[in-house]
């Protein structure tokens, strides 16, 4: 449609209106596209403070090690009995990747140990492993396979919190196969995933234990994403997922679909990002919960208005899994936007404020959360970087005493090789 539109005589003007007015349009929304040319602030290469590594042959070795310490005025993330206290976190990681002219291999492994002062039920131990490739099949054509493993917890104050007097854990498997073509004005991006979750049960008050066996379960998920280049920089496209939710104990299995189409652009590197719009639906097994269907959209924005500041907004929606009896799941609403500046070469500062809104599907009950922070990062050479940063967290909820503030100063020192 958009090709047959621009070939009329004044087809010239409408692409620079069209990219104007697509550029003022993504402002407002938000996630990089990861086909993109342009990189954040922070995540730039710095080739005076980035770590060297190690060479092995034909790979990269690159270990780092990060001591932590974080303040926590309410640890339990309640809104009358505010419980703080201090955490001793040690953060290990080993990057392995591949230096190759064509085809790509990644190893990466990592642990964060968290001990708290008074508090020692809180602590916690999460690690993971894992392994990518990246097959170069022809010119633009590429396959990707992913397996990865973790040992993490739930979160206080999210929504998959228990409520014990540990903090829930579990593991999850995740595997992925991917296809992409690109280089060409047609691209293509082909991904099919599974993800196991198996979750511990939890200690409750006194002697009691919450069974959390209810939420194991294994998710499927295909997706299709075809773009077409319409005109230099702006690439329109539509994608489409099914996926396949199977619980163990059979009490929450469902299947949906997702439609959407958008634009993805890219002007110099200076501004990229991509904005979409469609439709879902979920259905249920179990005739207690009502299929779950509307609109949905999400999109991303990376602006880079100079070398030394870059701004990310980004916006949500999407339909999660819940732990609360009798609902089926919740919807999530949301945006964020993200401030980073290179205050120096090696002296990084950084902002961030975030809003979002669950609304769960089969109880009355409405989330809404704000989020705010700022860090600082000093990179004192190619082996130390100090941190330091603070979030601050405030949820409201329509249920009496489930809102609750939290506050979080935390200071790091990393090491690298």
């Not at 990089?32 to 990189?39: I, L, N, P």
């Not at 291999?105 to 990518?132: C, K, N, S």
């Not at 609403?333 to 500062?349: C, T």
């Amino acid at each position: 449609m958009f090709a047959l539109w621009l070939s009329v005589p004044e087809g010239r003007i409408m692409r620079k209106t069209l990219a104007a007015a697509i550029a003022l349009f993504v402002g407002i929304s938000g996630a990089v596209a990861q086909d993109m040319r342009g990189q954040p602030v922070a995540d730039r290469p710095r080739s005076d403070y980035d770590p060297v590594g190690l060479r092995a042959g034909g790979f990269l070795v690159l270990p780092s090690i990060a001591v932590e310490a974080s303040y926590d005025d309410n640890i339990y993330a309640q809104e009358s009995r505010k419980d703080d206290d201090y955490i001793f976190i040690i953060a290990p990681k080993l990057l392995i990747r591949s230096d190759w002219n064509v085809h790509y291999m990644e190893f990466h492994a990592a642990a964060e140990l968290g001990r708290h002062h008074d508090f020692t039920a809180e602590d916690y131990d999460d690690y993971q492993a894992g392994l990518e490739g990246r097959l170069d099949i022809a010119q633009g054509w590429s396959a990707t396979a992913t397996s990865d493993y973790r040992r993490a917890h739930d979160e206080r104050g999210t929504p998959s919190d228990a409520g014990g007097r540990e903090p829930t854990e579990y593991d999850m498997v995740y595997s992925a196969l991917g296809l992409n073509r690109t280089e060409t004005r047609i691209t293509l991006r082909a991904l099919g995933t599974m993800t196991y979750y198996n979750y511990d049960d939890t200690p409750g008050a006194g002697a009691t234990i919450i069974d959390q066996d209810f939420r194991d379960r294994t998710e499927y998920a295909g997706s299709v994403r075809l773009g077409y280049e319409f005109m230099p920089d702006v690439n329109t496209f539509i994608q489409g997922n099914l996926n396949w939710r199977d619980y163990d104990s059979g009490n929450r299995d469902s299947d949906g679909y997702r439609l959407d189409t958008g634009f993805a652009f890219d002007f110099g590197g200076i501004t990229t990002g991509e904005i979409y719009a469609g439709y879902r639906s979920q259905t249920y097994d179990s005739p207690g919960f009502s299929s779950q269907s509307g609109f949905s959209y999400g999109g991303s924005l990376l602006w880079n208005p100079s070398g030394l500041t870059s701004v990310q907004l980004s916006l949500i929606n999407d339909l999660n899994e819940s732990t609360l009896a009798g609902a089926s799941g919740y919807i999530s609403n949301g945006a964020s936007l993200q401030i980073d500046h290179e205050l120096r070469r090696n002296v990084l500062i950084g902002g961030r404020i975030g809003y979002t809104e669950n609304d769960y599907r089969g109880l009355d009950r409405l989330e809404k959360m704000w989020t705010a922070g700022a860090k600082a990062d000093y990179l004192l050479n190619r082996s130390l970087r100090l941190g330091v940063s603070y979030t601050l967290t405030d949820r409201s909820v329509n249920v009496t005493g489930q809102d609750y503030t939290r506050n979080q100063v935390l200071l790091s020192l990393r090491g690298s090789l």
